[in-house]
């Protein structure tokens, strides 16, 4: 089993460096975010990002024009949706030729389902916590993991929502997930990462891997 790790809202040079043992990197430019990072800002980080990772721009029901942009300023190898976008609006992002993960608020099985409307139109489903406000993502709430079980889908898809290194193994355990998102897990205050968590979170998952 391969795990694939991103770490997502990450705003400065230490975490990125801190993350190379990540295989994807998420910057947010969703301004309600406490994650948010400008442009220009990411342009600057870009450089500390590796060969070997991918780097993902999170975006809420975002103009795409914006999108555009960012996409061809920073180069980003995937777009994240995590907004309401819905199947017209993903259609105009298919132009940028860049793969779409698309975020899916979980609480309940008809969520699961909702997920199967987007499989033939995205490259990836991501499963995160349903939110009670306008914050997309990053609660460090876990949703039940059971309503994965057994999940099975053309598509590669991603476990996220309150994963941190307590969790994990358990998280694996039920729902066989070979992809993870992490953010408020490896966190010392709201929207500041830790580097010593990430690196810790990191190493637990690959010895988790070797011992499986």
């Not at 043992?21 to 980080?45: D, M, W």
């Not at 609480?107 to 916590?129: G, H, N, P, Q």
Request: glycine content about 6%; some cysteine.
């Amino acid at each position: 089993m391969n795990i694939k790790i991103k770490l997502c809202g990450l705003r400065d040079k230490e975490s990125i460096l801190a993350s190379s043992g990540a295989n994807y990197i998420g910057f947010v430019f969703y301004q309600k975010s406490p994650r948010f990072i400008n442009a220009l800002e990411a342009k600057k980080l870009r450089r500390y990002i590796n060969d070997n990772q991918k780097l993902v721009g999170l975006f809420v029901d975002a103009d795409l024009n914006l999108i555009n942009h960012i996409s061809e300023t920073l180069c980003l190898d995937i777009i994240q949706l995590h907004g309401n976008e819905d199947l017209n609006y993903i259609n105009e992002i298919k132009k940028l030729k860049k793969p779409i993960i698309k975020a899916i608020p979980i609480k309940e099985v008809s969520d699961i389902k909702r997920a199967r409307e987007y499989e033939k139109f995205c490259d990836m489903i991501l499963f995160d916590t349903k939110s009670e406000s306008d914050v997309s993502g990053g609660t460090g709430i876990s949703f039940d993991w059971k309503l994965l079980k057994g999940y099975d889908s053309q598509r590669e898809w991603i476990l996220a929502g309150g994963l941190n290194e307590e969790n994990i193994a358990k998280a694996l355990k039920i729902t066989k997930a070979t992809f993870i998102d992490v953010s408020s897990g490896v966190e010392k205050s709201r929207g500041e990462k830790c580097q010593k968590k990430i690196k810790s979170f990191i190493k637990y998952v690959k010895n988790y891997e070797k011992n499986k």
